[in-house]
């Protein structure tokens, strides 16, 4: 289990490896190797273009406003559509939540920014204002043109370029907007290509970054991977797999390699002499008194059921073996106990098919997941050590499954029960219809159908079966424990 946790944080952390590797440069119309710009410009009510930013060496967004965008923090959220742009940007604005979204042109540039703000009463997102970016031959913005919620036109900013760097990023612009007084203002950019060298950023674990933090983060995961498992993981490691080695050693010696306590004797046709007919009326006796009918289950038969029974008929077996008799009928007598012995002590799979099939896909996929990142022994293992140790482990012998069925003839498994319950939970979700009605009648256009609780219990009920498929070792090792230690 601590394994599976272990795959799903490695995953994880590879997702976030391929989430920090994105050139964040474009969407503050940034080019070339840029690691930090500070501009001059003044906060017309989106947060990108005027807070001061820092990059790693391949671009990602380190820092923004002086705020670490690496880690989950209070004040900034990030969200990234599927080509991993910043498409939308939560944060605290004083007392209020705000949001910008942001929208880009063929090109990869934002086109469009909506600023909205948190209605804190109606716990909704509500519209403030809208601005259009338009781009000149150069690739530099050449007006902003800023809506109100209502749709109408709040402001129109106008740009004109004048100092650029070698990257073709400009340094100053000035900027006019008449009707609030802008006229030829002039706006700068201080842009830098060296690494963060004050406030520098740090990742999850507080530890600070140097001159890449791309480079960092993968050196901190090539350092895990070399740096091999620690003391208590071996410990546990070796544990558990020891625990379910001996289980796989045991149980294949139990069912391949052990032999039966009894052979069947050879017939010599001999007449059976006082004392031996003596042991064959004993030894029949026994039997007969130790059986118990299955007519109840359909079967013209009676079998011993019980762990005492098997034992009455094994003793009177063992005297008559231990006799060395040679009369045709005491060998017959204790040669028919044998067989019936042995059969009724045939070990056949007592577990849950049902639970089987589920424990198979997760485990499966698990051990393909493992595979793939190439810990191909350790896959194979862990298939080995779950699915292998639930089919070993719940083989029963004949005579205990058949008495389980005597007493309880329409019994299900309790993997079985388990697994039945999370699909009638499942099935137990409800889909709520709203129905509109003027002057008693229907209007269809407004009716509306909620499945949002399909979807809700379709997820837990996925949660809780992979929970299931993951504790089929565990299920395995229980077994084994019942059917091969306490009641062998």
Known sequence: MKHNILIAAILLFGAVLNLLAQDDRATFDLKGDVRQCIPSVPDNGFVLPSLRAEFSEKGTLVRLGGMDMTVENGSYTVKRDAAKRIVRLEFSAGDADRINTFSYDGQGRISEVKDWYVNIDMDEETLDSRMVRT????????????????????????????????????????????????????????????????????????????????????????????????????????????????????????????????????????????????????????????????QPVGVDDAIPTTRKQMENIKDAMRKVRDASPRGARVVETYNTAVEMVADCERRVFAGSNMYRVLGLVVVGVIAVLRIGDGSVLQGIAYFLFSFGAYWLGSRRQLYRVIATGLRNPSGVKTTSSAIMAVFGFMASSRTYITQYYQNGREIPELRDEDNSEHVMFGVLGFIALVALGLFMPFVGLFNYLRFYVIGR
Not at 168 to 183: A, D, F, H, M, Y
Not at 209 to 214: C, H
Not at 273 to 279: F, G, P, S, W
Request: charged share 25%.
């Open 135 to 294: 781009y000149n031959a150069e690739g530099f913005p050449a007006k902003e043109t800023y809506y109100n919620e209502d749709g109408s036109e709040r402001a129109v900013y106008t740009y004109s370029y004048g100092k650029t760097d070698a990257s073709g990023n400009w340094l100053t612009r000035t900027v006019s907007e008449p009707s609030q007084g802008i006229s030829g203002e002039t706006e700068t950019r201080e842009l830098s290509v060296e690494a963060v060298t004050e406030e520098k950023a740090s990742d999850a674990t507080g530890k600070s970054l140097t001159s890449s933090y791309d480079d960092e983060l993968s050196a901190a995961l090539s350092a895990k991977k070399s740096a091999g498992k620690s003391a208590g993981d071996w410990f546990w490691t070796l544990l558990w797999g020891a625990l379910f080695l001996s289980l796989f050693v045991h149980t294949i010696y139990v069912l391949y390699v052990k032999k039966p306590e009894f052979a069947v004797l050879p017939v010599t046709g001999d007449a059976d002499t006082d004392e031996e007919e003596r042991l064959a009326d004993m030894l029949y006796s026994t039997v007969e008194s130790n059986v118990t009918s299955l």
